[in-house]
């Protein structure tokens, strides 16, 4: 007895459609991280502009000695450092999800530096300024180093939601050496593991509960808030 | 490229070819019978009813063959109570008076349904053969619609379209509309000469060809692949039909499921193993270049995928989620607000989505084909039946396999 033959027509027309259907799937994961990397470089152009505006302003106030123009500074730069925290956070998760790590490395080293200037930036406003306000630095590395740093990561997150505007939170990578700023930082902090948490002057090493963290922030808060009654 | 993201593109782009490969045998050949007619010449039947504890169901089975619209002198029916320990054998008895013929047949250690299935044989002396299984029905006509494929020389067996029958629970809406889809994907494979399996519930065979084959395997633990292999092996055809209808009665809950499953792939594996030189082997066209190496794909494919998917994607996330919720006290309402606050389009990931959405696509345009087909309302066990289908079905088989696995590199005898 024998078979049937082959239908060839029917694979070959199987194979062609299925490859179709992939290269629309590449297409559409390349237009994807285009997308992402254009949005990174707008923003990062968006964020330099900012801070030189912002530079000039806080020149100004201080020069000027008028701070009645202080509101309005320390709106902004609390405005553009969430801003600058989310687009930090989208860089990382960004870098998880593609298989081109090297693409955003650039990227990632100038949304260092302008976290970096923002927070010098931060610090000198709130003198200038007398802001009741809690900066918060926070060193971490990759998930395969530091297997805590996801987790304190979310309590800084959290902590930013509960706080709002009274705490700054700015996420440093420890380990990015692509950025020579990173290990100056790192050893004037005397960072040497991670997470490292420091809550104005205050150093936390390792992974550090919320409690300790809320009681550090509301010792260093003018404005007794709510969440410190508790 | 990691090697866990090549084996999901490798895996999505297996089974992506092989729906499109499926839906192009559909659009070609359609899933519903062609050939319109009854017997017209009746050749003499045997119906073997092979039971081991079966006495819940065995009556309704006997009076389902005895039913048979066939005429009573071309046919006998032959129960073979297989040493069971319930009232099964007294119930047959009790069908002597309808003329069923009764043998009551010890069980060997070792012995599994084949064995009785043999003895039936043995005593059976007709030109064709149906195997009964003692959970299932046969449908009046369905003997009188099934005979006439056999005009062509080569046809060993045909199929009738199984439907699963009674209860409600979740496990069985969930197989009620497996069955419906497995219906659809039958049909398509017996256009290519692909089925791998010749069911219990009455599939029908050309007598001839089951000795030349050399009968069932009495210890097999799924003989009625094996006996699909075997016929597949003598290039001979295996037709699905879609006007005969079986009803069977399905596991109830997921200890039966997993248990009838566990044996089916397991079965399934061990077969291939036994008949592994048909696989990739041309000689066998699409069964041997295709079918065969389908069958074990299927099962690296759904450990493999399902593990990287549903714990890379599903699992895992949630877990991270839960734990570090643990550690900020549940803000779950806020986190979940600030989530959709600052959700950007960009933050998607569109080309695991895409393929994600593919599949479910896919998974839904099969579900409603096979209804279209079945003739059964959708709407039959409530539109949640296919939805709870495409959800868990997936997670249900990835959990046998992960059993089977298990099973096969500890050994464990097994039990059923």
Known sequence: ?230 | MELTTLIVWIAYFIGLYFSVFWLLVFLDKGAKDVLKKQATEFPFVSVIIPAYNEEGSIAETIKSAVNLDYPKNKIEIIAVNHGSADKTGNIMDSFRRDGVKVLHIGRNPGDRKGAAVNAGLKAARGEFVACLDADSFIEKDALIKMLPYFESKDVGAVLPRMIATGGNGFVKKIQWVEYVVTYLYKKLMGHVDCIHVTPGPFSLYKRKYIDMVGGFDSSNLVEDMDMALKLQRKNLKIIQTYDAVARTVIPENWREFYAQRNRWYKGGLLNVMKHKDMLLNSRYGEFGLMQMPMMIITALLSLVVFTIIYYGQVFKPLFRRIYDWYYTGFPIEMSVRKFFENLMLIDINFDRIFFIYLIIILGIIFVVLAFRISNLKLSEKGYRAPVLFLAFYPLMIFAVWCGVVKDLLTRKKQKW
């Open chain 1, 1 to 230: 007895m024998v078979r049937v033959e082959i239908n060839k027509k029917r694979h070959l027309t199987a194979f062609v459609i299925t490859c179709l259907v992939f290269i629309i799937g590449m297409l559409i994961g390349y237009s994807t991280s285009s997308a992402r990397i254009n949005y990174l470089q707008n923003t990062g152009k968006e964020q330099r502009l900012e801070i030189d505006s912002l530079q000039l302003q806080s020149l100004y106030v201080r020069s000027l000695l008028e701070d009645e123009n202080c509101p309005a500074i320390t709106k902004t730069l609390e405005n553009n450092i969430d801003t600058l925290e989310k687009t930090r956070a989208r860089i990382e998760s960004f870098i998880e999800d593609t298989d081109n790590k090297d693409d955003y490395r650039l990227l990632k080293r100038e949304y260092t530096l302008e976290q970096l200037r923002y927070w010098f930036l931060a610090r000198e406003t709130k003198k200038t300024c007398e802001q009741d306000v809690i900066t918060i630095l926070y060193f971490y590395s990759d998930e395969e180093i530091c297997a805590d740093c996801r987790t304190q990561g979310a309590i800084l997150t959290n902590l930013k939601n509960v706080f709002k505007n009274k705490v700054l939170i700015f996420a440093l990578d420890a380990n990015f050496n692509d950025e020579p700023m990173v290990p100056i930082i790192t050893e004037s902090f005397n960072v040497k593991k991670t997470p490292t948490t420091i809550v104005e002057n205050q150093k936390f090493e390792g992974f550090t509960e919320q409690d300790i963290l809320v009681n550090e922030i509301c010792s260093g808060l003018k404005e007794k808030l709510g969440v410190c009654n508790g």
